[in-house]
């Protein structure tokens, strides 16, 4: 039932690949018949095989790529391709399907020189066999001409890369080549093999008749392309200029849209440019000047000799204007002047007067509040301003100067203030008002931690001189977990502690219930007070607090010495009951011997 599953997936396939070269293949490259007059090649040392190959292979030349199409039982196909010296210059590696389009390029995208190049078309089958297949392809001014080739023909580097890179059991030249755009008519060459219907026919290229007598023009070309002679021969071809028929141009690419000129290059190319040979102090490359409204005047090269390459405005007291979109009644670009710049409006009373649109108003670059600095200004505005000493973004309601206060101060010694004047001596104050006063959020899941920070935390605090890193004056909340350092390489005079001793001071300290003073006392509490944990342990910074590692280090110390004793009372217990699990053997044992006295009682006494 797998064998006829298989055949059947098999026989599919082919016809789809026979199928697809066949749509791919243009109309004058005919499909050849399978024949045996294949030149087969087999490897050194074995029998020339008597079955031919299933598989079809061919080649079509354009002025752009060459089509290599394998027809039969593909799943396959790889292309190498080497010079006249015998280096690969190109490897497609094999790849999933039955056609490759070789683009007359190296392995790194270079167009090749001309010359003689060995192709070799190696096609695997879905049983893992392999079909080899060569010919040659001559690059000669922009055109390609394709070759049916013996071994013998070939140059010797291109021969020994042939026989180096043979793997199936016998080479053979490619089924056929044939030439697209075009009806080309086969030439066989004298010392290569000619045979029909299917056999290697010579040579055929993928170029068309050269003019004679250089009245008439011809070549193949493309429908909207721009011709252009393609060699000193009088042969026309294409061009990179296109013309649609509604008269749109595009150069290096098609026309776009309602683009009337559309220039594309490649990166790191110039798609449009000026040039002028002269010195330095010659009149620009391109100058446009209006001398009055709605004329282009002459431009004054006496004022602005050499200075720029490209120079656009207007003389004497007229304003300038850019436009788009027909809008030359109110410029996109307007310079008054008096030297204002209006962006989308024509009334600047700034240095620059930017009209976005936006709902947050016009933005003028000048002077604030009699600062140096940038407003945004509409029903509500937004300043950036400087004074000197402090530089301020405030925010406030109406069109007026915000107060300093409404938002935040930068000053020049560095430190910042938000939200109202400065009450203490920090780099960062920040005055919440009736709100929060500082939301840190990190959306970061790295737990990645140094000596001294986390890399990823919302929040950091670090005190290099080994005092507070924080200090919080009522509640702190926290949803999540928190963790203490308890990393062994920031730790010092490590010694060992004794978990019975701790197990017995943590007895002698009172646990009481209370409430903070700042609290009152509704709110209640449980635990130690600082003073008799540090006098029962010594640990901490000082007598007023008690730290979470400290706690957690005793609770912990006690739970192993609880944790021991358990331990030595079930050892005890054991100790008992193997005691006692042997006493009661050696009673049973007594009692045996208690039953057997007893039953030889009884048997004496019934003998009397």
């Known amino acids: 039932m797998m064998t006829t599953r298989r055949s059947l997936s098999t026989l599919l396939l082919a016809l789809c690949s026979f199928n697809i070269a066949i749509a791919q293949t243009p109309p004058e490259t005919q499909l050849p018949r399978v024949t045996e007059q294949t030149i087969d090649t087999p490897l050194p040392g074995k029998e020339p095989s008597t079955q031919f190959s299933t598989v079809i292979v061919t080649a079509t030349a354009s002025s752009q790529r060459v089509r290599y199409v394998a027809m039969g039982e593909v799943n396959q196909i790889r292309l190498q391709v080497f010079s006249v010296d015998g280096r690969e210059v190109f490897d497609s590696a094999l790849r999933l399907g039955n056609l490759i389009d070789w683009q007359l390029m190296d392995q790194q995208g270079a167009s090749l020189a001309d010359g003689s190049y060995l192709f070799l078309v ?52 490619v089924d056929r080549i044939g030439a697209a755009g075009s009806n080309p008519t086969s030439t066989a060459s004298t010392d290569a093999p000619t045979v029909r219907d299917g056999a290697p026919t010579g040579k055929e290229t993928a170029t068309s008749p050269t003019v004679t007598g250089g009245e008439n023009a011809t070549g193949a070309g493309s429908q909207n392309k721009i011709a252009k002679w393609t060699d000193n021969a009088g042969t026309l071809g294409d061009s990179t200029i296109t013309e649609s028929s509604d008269g749109k141009i595009g150069v290096g690419a098609d026309p776009v849209g309602s683009i009337k000129l559309n220039i594309s290059s490649a990166f790191g190319t110039i798609p449009f440019g000026f040039t002028q040979n002269a010195p330095a102090s010659a009149f620009p490359t391109l100058a446009l000047f209006s001398t009055s409204d709605g004329a282009v005047g002459q431009y004054a090269a006496t004022t602005h000799n050499g200075a720029v390459t490209f120079l656009m405005g207007a003389t004497a007291s007229r304003n300038f204007g850019l436009f788009a979109n027909n809008s030359y009644n109110a410029p996109n670009l307007f310079i008054k002047n008096d030297g204002n710049v209006g962006i989308g409006t024509t009334t600047p009373s700034s240095k620059l007067v930017v009209e976005t649109g936006g709902s947050g108003g016009v933005v003028h670059l000048g002077t604030p509040n009699g600062e140096t600095g940038m407003g945004i200004i509409g029903a509500n505005r937004a300043d950036i301003r ?43 104050h920040v005055n919440g008002g009736n709100g929060t006063g500082v939301f840190a959020q990190s959306d970061s899941t790295s737990l990645e931690e140094t000596e001294f920070y986390l890399t990823s935390a919302a929040v950091r605090g670090y005190n290099r001189m080994g005092g507070w890193a924080g200090f919080f004056t009522g509640p702190v909340k926290v949803t999540g977990t928190f963790s203490n350092n308890s990393d062994r390489n920031t730790k010092a005079n490590i010694t060992s502690i004794d978990p019975r001793t701790i197990l017995r001071k943590l007895t002698t300290v009172p646990i009481q219930a209370w409430n903070y003073t700042a609290e009152g006392a509704s709110i209640r509490h449980v635990g130690p007070m600082a003073q008799d944990f540090r006098a029962a342990f010594g640990l901490g910074i000082d007598e007023k607090g008690i730290s979470t590692v400290d706690a957690d280090g005793v609770a912990l110390a006690s739970i192993q010495a609880l944790y021991q004793l358990m331990l030595e009372k079930e050892k005890k217990n054991e100790r008992q009951s193997s005691q006692i699990h042997q006493q009661g053997r050696q009673i049973a044992q007594l009692q045996a011997q208690l039953n057997q006295v007893k039953r030889s009682v009884r048997r004496r006494a019934a003998k009397r």
């Open 122 to 173: 190696t096609v695997k089958d879905f049983s893992a066999n392999l079909t080899q297949k060569y010919g040659t392809a001559v690059l000669e001014s922009e055109q390609v001409y394709l070759e049916q080739t013996s071994r013998g023909e070939l140059p010797a580097p291109q021969a020994t890369a042939l026989e180096a890179n043979q793997q199936a059991e016998a080479l053979s030249a």
């Open 386 to 428: 400087f004074d000197g000493s402090q530089l301020k973004l405030v925010a406030g309601l109406g069109p007026g100067p915000p107060p300093s206060t409404n938002g935040i101060t930068v000053k020049t010694s560095g430190d910042v203030t938000i939200g109202g004047p400065q009450l203490a001596s920090s780099r960062l």
